[in-house]
């Protein structure tokens, strides 16, 4: 049976829940279209949104913070992936960004983490999320979704909920194929849907694969090949019909391995941080319809080397033994470095700073950092009495000695290792129109988060691709809303 709706959304993640509150709240009717359960990569994440301005977070903590100052600090990490006009409007709008997913549910937390980290513990949830101490009038404004562990999931739960409360429809493990278009507009899309036993089975899939997709690849990509398998065998087809437009949320395309390698060959080698869904068939379906895309080649890879924060301390050295980079950058910003030196680096340490950070490990790592930070103080380097015997372990360049022997190099390579991966996003995508969200060239249809190009298409900060998911999602929403019906 087919299905007809005032706007349809592809892909159910944060951007895609945040347009369809949006349309519903205009007085759109809005079904929702999921390759699998919903939430996507933002129910992996981390949880944090970027945001800053005078957020009730910042003002309830004694954080002085500007729309100007975070406008001022992200023009150097934004760079001209979206025009000063836009960034100004994400940097100006940004407190009410936060306020409106409170309204939604979503909740946040005052408590400003005391130290330098990736992400803090679950004791804080306001922390300096990317290179600010870099720059002047740095300001915490990574906001975490108040929840344990990894927030992403809670994050997600309170939009799903919110765009159920709106009133749009979800229709779960129903894959877009197509994109239908009348006298050039986009008008509908062409699915393959699941239902009874074949879709319980997709599920039980999905649902066995998802951290093994992460954690070790080879038999997550195994288990989504079957449930691939199901959707091909099974899945019925539909037509849904949009009569004022199409939002396409559907993530990026870390998932495809060719696409990557044709175009970001580099950054081959890291950790896929998302689900088989981001395969870049959002993308692909816009540009099917007309759309441009750009920045494809721009993947954020994330060398983080804190927590513990006292390793920050310590010197980024590459393959000949030299000094580069900044230990106190964001992890993205160490990752591009390492990437430019070929993908191979040494964290080089002295004796205090191991001491000192091996008694930070139980007070500064939240538990999935755990494991990783005591594989790294320990199978992760190698020591020696002196600066030359260290390299030479390390197969190395001898480098600059500092500090109190014995020294130890930490190899922070992309491929250091198994108990040391390097996460990877895609940053690139379909080019919209900054005011509208609209795919450029391609009436009827829209585009947002990682499908599209956005406010961080150029570098990546903790919270910003999901402040972004919300900022584009909602002009997505709001605009697709707006168009006449056909």
């Known amino acids: 049976m087919d299905v007809s709706a005032d706007v349809v959304v592809i892909g159910f993640g944060a951007a895609g829940a945040c347009a369809a509150i949006e349309a519903a709240a205009a007085g759109a009717s809005v079904v929702v279209l999921d390759r699998f359960g919903g ?138 194929e197509e994109l239908i278009t009348t006298d050039g507009r986009v008008t509908g899309v062409r699915c393959r849907t699941l239902t009874g036993v074949p879709r319980a089975v997709h599920g039980a899939l999905s649902k066995a694969g998802a951290k093994p997709w992460l954690y070790y690849p080879p038999l997550g990509r195994r288990l989504f090949r079957l449930a691939a398998w199901v959707e091909r065998r099974f899945g019925r087809p539909v037509v849904v019909t949009a009569r004022r437009g199409v939002v396409i949320s559907a993530g990026g395309f870390i998932a495809d391995r060719a696409m990557v390698h044709e175009n970001a060959p580099a950054y081959r080698g890291g950790l896929a941080l ?53 230990p106190t950058r964001y992890g993205a910003a160490i990752g591009d470095a390492i990437v430019e030196r070929g993908g191979k680096a040494w964290l080089l340490i002295d004796d205090d700073i191991r001491r000192v950070a091996q008694a930070q490990v139980r007070t500064q790592t939240a538990p999935f950092q755990r494991w990783q930070v005591r594989y790294f103080l320990n199978r992760g380097l190698v020591s020696a009495p002196t600066i030359e015997e260290v390299a030479a372990k390390a197969g190395i360049g001898v480098p600059e000695a500092f500090g109190t022997p014995p020294y130890s190099l930490i190899n922070v390579s992309v491929r250091a290792g198994f108990g040391y991966p390097c996460p990877t996003l895609t940053l690139g995508g379909l080019v919209v129109d900054e005011e509208t969200g609209q795919v450029q060239g391609v009436p009827g249809l829209y585009a947002a988060g990682r499908s599209a190009v956005g406010v961080c298409s150029e570098s990546y900060v903790s919270g910003l691709a999901l402040a972004d998911c919300v900022f584009s999602g909602r002009r997505a929403g709001q605009y697709v809303a707006k168009e006449a019906r056909c």
């Open 274 to 326: 998302g689900t088989p869904g981001d395969d870049g068939t959002g993308i692909r379906l816009g540009v099917a319809a007309g759309g441009k895309t750009a920045r494809l080649d721009k993947i954020s890879l994330w060398r983080f080397v804190t927590p513990p924060s006292a390793l920050q301390r310590g010197v980024l050295v590459d393959v000949e033994g030299r000094r580069f980079g900044d």
């Open 39 to 176: 939430g996507g990569a933002t129910a992996l994440s981390g949880g944090v949104v970027y945001a800053g301005g005078g957020t009730r977070q910042q003002v309830e903590a004694g954080v002085a913070d500007s729309a100007e100052a975070m406008f001022a600090y992200l023009k150097h990490e934004v760079r001209d992936a979206v025009s000063e006009a836009t960034l100004r409007r994400f940097c100006e709008d940004s407190a009410k960004m936060l306020a409106w997913l409170e309204d939604q549910g979503v909740p946040f937390s005052s408590s400003v983490c005391p130290f330098k980290t990736s992400y803090p513990t679950d004791d804080y949830y306001l922390y300096q999320s990317g290179s600010e101490d870099a720059f002047p009038d740095p300001a915490p404004r990574g906001h975490r979704t108040r929840a344990k562990g990894a927030s992403g999931k809670a994050l997600f739960a309170r939009l799903a909920e919110a765009a159920r409360r709106a009133g749009a429809r979800i229709v779960p493990q129903t894959r877009a």
